[in-house]
């Protein structure tokens, strides 16, 4: 199957500082990524949309000049969230699409900031 | 608005069946999807219904009847692996997914 890969996989940082995660489809070419926050024994809630070359679709209370999105490339987007507060603390997972049906899922990036 | 609902904790015995129960309303429907994300971990692909009916996967089945927008994942021979959220999700008419809150499965020996 459709492999994703996230970098860093976790990764520990101070208030007030930026941190950027990548996003990478290894054997396709996703034209649709997907970033997603989860907390703590809740559900995926989606961030944004990222499509490849245009600007990302962020969804209602996601702050686009905190998490920024950029989607260089078929094969890679990144997130960075800048100016890191403790609240930002969290589980973060990015998806791509292959074809209309499954997303696959990266494994995902646990964010600490202290 | 959009919702699905399904139950927050089920718990099971090793070796047997249990159904996971999934209830949806959203602004319209184009496929139904089950994860399962194991701890600390993303979500993996389980299985996809877009018609009525079941689709049998090995151990795992889905069932779906959008008249009654229901959809039910049915573990069999549950082994302790099996120990996980299963998250249902609905692509609307707009094609983007609507996650439930999940369900997280505990077995026991």
């Known amino acids: 199957g459709a492999v994703v890969s996230q970098h860093p996989s976790w990764v520990i940082c101070k208030s007030g500082t930026s941190v950027k995660i990548e996003c990478r489809s290894l054997d396709f070419q996703a034209t649709t990524m997907f970033w997603y926050r989860q907390f703590p024994k809740q559900s995926l809630m989606l961030m944004a949309t990222?499509?490849?070359?245009?600007?990302?679709?962020?969804e209602q209370g996601v702050e686009k000049d905190k998490f920024l999105i950029n989607h260089a490339s078929l094969t890679l987007s990144t997130l960075t969230v800048t100016s890191a507060h403790p609240e930002d603390s969290s589980f973060y997972i990015c998806?791509?699409?292959?074809?209309?049906?499954?997303?696959?899922f990266g494994p995902g990036t646990r964010l600490t900031v202290t | 608005g959009q919702n699905i609902d399904q139950p927050t904790e089920m718990t099971a015995t090793e070796g047997a069946i249990v159904q996971i129960n999934c209830t949806y309303q959203t602004s319209g429907f184009n496929g139904l999807f089950w994860y399962q994300q194991h701890a600390g971990e993303a979500p993996t692909f389980l299985s996809y219904?877009?018609l009525d009916g079941l689709e049998e996967k090995g151990r795992f089945s889905s069932f779906l009847s959008r008249s009654k927008g229901y959809s039910y994942l049915l573990l069999k021979e549950l082994q302790m692996k099996d120990s996980a959220s299963y998250l249902c999700?609905?692509?609307?008419?707009?094609?983007?997914?609507?996650w439930g809150a999940g369900t997280k499965l505990i077995i026991k020996p």
């Open positions: 990222s499509n490849e070359g245009s600007k990302a679709t962020y």
């Open positions: 998806s791509a699409t292959l074809g209309e049906v499954e997303q696959y």
């Open positions: 999700a609905v692509k609307d008419s707009n094609y983007q997914l609507i």
């Open positions: 219904n877009v």
